[in-house]
């Protein structure tokens, strides 16, 4: 009997990566130039230009320097914006603290404003001033109204606007003036003298002789009583002198 031959298996080959790639390449190239397209479509659709800018908190700032300030592309895609770059742009503003850049539907912006509050006067040897916050930054060079206090330093502090301050001594007052505010008793004015000990002239032109920074607080709550004591006569103060607390001095005006 004649054998039948086994009919040859035949084996098809993978096609190789290259081949694949070679035979997609018109179609990816497609895809990539419609995303590229799409993207610039919707980077560019006028819908998306900012619309409205609002900006609040601002009192003391105009709203025109901070409109400057943000430098807002109006042909921008406003969900494209860089919102930190804008913000420090803000912030450079002496007296802004923060700014905070909020975006709403379709394409309208939204600056909210915190600002410095005044905290001192800062008075230097040559007669420098500078307004400063809690944070020492320099506000402006001219002194408000509302500056709380007077900060008189010994040595040279010309700084320009939006500087923050790190002298040790306008630190050393800042921090004791702080201190002495939550007692109750109002100050004017703080100062070392030619030893670096704190003097502070009260709302009422009486100076404190503080003394070293040591029990601030018991100090200060010896001057309540002593002004008390002294009654109808406290026109004619000049000074306290409580660097000794045990011993406290009252001098009078001849």
């Excluded at 404190?208 to 601030?216: A, E, H, S, T």
């Excluded at 009583?225 to 001095?249: Q, Y």
Aim: charged share 25%.
């Amino acid at each position: 009997m004649r054998a039948v031959p086994s009919a040859r298996r035949t084996r098809r080959s993978r096609p190789s990566l290259r081949t694949r790639i070679r035979t997609f390449w018109l179609l990816g190239l497609f895809v990539i130039a419609a995303a590229v397209w799409g993207g610039w479509t919707l980077a560019t659709l006028p819908a998306f230009h900012l619309h409205d800018l609002a900006v609040t908190g601002a009192t003391r700032v105009p709203r025109g320097e901070i409109v400057a300030r943000a430098a807002i592309d109006p042909r921008a895609n406003v969900w494209l914006l860089d919102r930190g770059a804008i913000e420090r742009r803000i912030e450079s503003i002496p007296f802004v603290r923060t700014a905070t850049v909020h975006r709403e539907p379709l394409a309208n912006v939204w600056i909210d404003i915190e600002e410095r509050r005044p905290d001192g006067c800062v008075r230097d040897a040559a007669g420098h001033e500078s307004l400063v916050d809690d944070d020492l930054r320099v506000l402006t060079h001219t002194c408000a109204s509302d500056a709380q206090v007077t900060y008189a330093v010994r040595g040279i502090i010309d700084a320009p606007p939006g500087t923050f301050l790190t002298d040790p001594e306008l630190r050393s007052l800042q921090a004791d003036a702080h201190t002495l505010a939550s007692t109750g008793n109002r100050y004017r004015s703080f100062a070392h003298d030619a030893y670096g000990e704190l003097d502070a002239v009260m709302q009422s032109g009486i100076d404190v002789r503080f003394g070293d920074d040591d029990d601030l607080g018991r100090k200060e709550r010896l001057i309540g009583p002593i002004l008390a004591e002294i009654g109808p006569r406290i026109g004619n103060v000049r000074s306290l002198d409580v660097r000794a607390p045990s011993t406290p001095v009252v001098e009078f005006w001849k």
